[in-house]
């Protein structure tokens, strides 16, 4: 379990970055911490693994104080900053991973199933004998995670992990998460701007606002005053099968045949890509745009209705 009990950050000569954060998050709790940029996220994160040592109060693991037992605790947590490379960037990435089992003192067994494990989610395999340096951006990421996730670690914590990962990645990633969720029973803190993805793993949100807690709750309510403000406009050439476009249509919100146009109101990642599959067979498609709330929209909209309910 993880308590973090009236926690300021402030760095010299600056007003508080975190104000008064107090949290539990609970043993196998996948917890998605959302806000705008500069609203303290990376922050305490780096406070609740240590990195940083909180202006006043603490935060604990296991009951423990983070930042005091930070290299006996190191074993139990597994940690991706965003854009803050671990790599040695002249070595393979092989080389890199082994240097990891050694850090974490692996054992042959438990690192080869660990590697085949990841691989079956985010397809590292291909990457194994490149120099870091000769990476994507997206493909660093995908070994960032790697290393993280070598030790199975307890207690995971994601910055933005998905940032540079293309659709697939992602997808791989959230159901390799799952997976630690429900056999390792891993403990999973993932901050993203990425709401749309969080719905199926996560158990609660958090929003952040100007370094204090705005938000602690179902990830639901995020999620659904985002998708219902999400919309797919589709432009048509013709139809290819009647009877499915016809069906296709009677879950439009707007049809018109004259310009061949369709518009959509998603309300989850999967029914967008049950929707696009369906589209594809039943029209020749000449145009789709997706468009949706902004960030700072939802949470305003998540905001707003906490106040009204009071």
């Known amino acids: 379990m993880i308590d973090i009990v009236r926690l300021y950050k402030s760095y010299k000569n600056s007003e508080d970055i975190l ?24 922050t305490l994160i780096k406070c609740m693994v240590g990195v940083l040592k909180p202006t006043q109060g603490s935060a604990y693991i296991e009951g423990k104080d983070i930042f005091d037992n930070r290299k006996k605790l190191l074993k139990y947590i597994g940690v991706v900053f965003n854009q803050k490379p671990s790599f040695i960037v002249d070595l393979t990435i092989s080389d890199n991973l082994l240097f990891f089992k050694s850090i974490y003192n692996i054992n042959d067994e438990d690192f080869n ?3 085949e494990l990841i691989n079956t989610y985010i397809n590292i ?8 340096r000769k990476l994507s951006f997206g493909e660093r990421v995908k070994c960032e995670i790697t290393s993280v996730l070598l030790h199975s670690p307890k207690y995971i914590f994601l910055d933005e992990p998905t940032i540079g990962l293309d659709y697939n990645a992602k997808k791989g990633l959230y159901l390799l998460l799952d997976h630690y969720k429900k056999e390792n029973h891993s403990t999973i803190l993932i901050t993203t701007h990425e709401v749309d993805y969080i719905e199926g793993i996560c158990n609660r949100a958090i929003i952040l606002s100007k370094g204090e807690v705005k938000y602690d709750g179902r990830v639901e309510t995020v999620c659904n005053s985002l998708n219902h403000r999400a ?8 139809i290819i099968d009647e009877e499915k476009a016809k069906k296709i249509i009677q879950g439009a919100s707007a049809f018109n045949k004259d310009e061949q146009t369709i518009t959509f109101t998603c309300f989850h990642t999967e029914e967008k890509d049950r929707l696009l599959s369906d589209l594809i067979k ?10 949706s709330a902004s960030l700072r929209e939802v949470f305003e909209d998540v905001l707003k209705e906490i106040v009204e309910s009071k």
């Open 113 to 115: 199933k660990a590697l």
């Open 19 to 42: 104000k008064n954060i107090n949290l539990t998050i609970n043993d196998n709790e996948v917890t998605a911490l959302l806000g705008h940029n500069g609203s303290g996220k990376s």
């Open 282 to 291: 039943a029209f020749s498609i000449s145009s789709i745009n997706t468009t």
């Open 125 to 132: 395999e291909n990457l194994l004998d490149k120099p870091y």
């Open 231 to 238: 919309t797919i406009n589709i432009e048509f050439a013709q």
